[in-house]
């Protein structure tokens, strides 16, 4: 069955680096647009960033650009989110997720499979 597994999480002090991974299976990794999410205590889950399905495009939120950088490797099934200067607001539960869906979606119901969530704590 698909399956989403995260990892990299930890925490870090603040500008800091982290990268996070998401392993993929059970799917043709290589024809889904993949996707971050994050959800910080008491808040919603948000939009990260999302990457093509060659990588050769990317779209991330306004308040992670030029800080975070997303990419994948098709042939390892394997979704990156390399994070620097991070920032205490940065903390949050990180989510990969897969969409068939054209273009890069920033909607969450675009995603039809979810990770079961890494921790990100990023202490000031």
């Known amino acids: 069955q698909v399956q989403l597994v995260e990892s990299g999480g930890g925490l870090v002090q603040t500008g800091g680096s982290l990268r996070l991974s998401c392993a993929a299976s059970?799917?043709?990794?290589?024809?889904?647009?993949m996707g971050w999410f994050r959800q910080a205590p008491g808040k919603e889950r948000e939009y990260v960033a999302a990457?093509?399905?060659?990588?050769?495009?990317?779209d991330c939120l306004d308040s992670v650009k030029g800080r975070f950088t997303i990419s994948r490797d098709n042939a390892k099934n394997t979704m990156y989110l390399q994070m620097n200067s991070l920032k205490p607001e940065d903390t949050a539960v990180y989510y990969c997720?897969?969409?068939?869906?054209?273009?890069?979606?920033?909607?969450?119901?675009?995603?039809?499979?979810w990770g079961q969530g890494t921790q990100v704590t990023v202490s000031s």
């Open positions: 997720a897969s969409s068939p869906y054209l273009g890069l979606p920033r909607e969450q119901r675009r995603y039809t499979s």
């Open positions: 059970g799917f043709t990794f290589r024809t889904f647009v």
């Open positions: 990457l093509s399905r060659s990588g050769d495009t990317t």
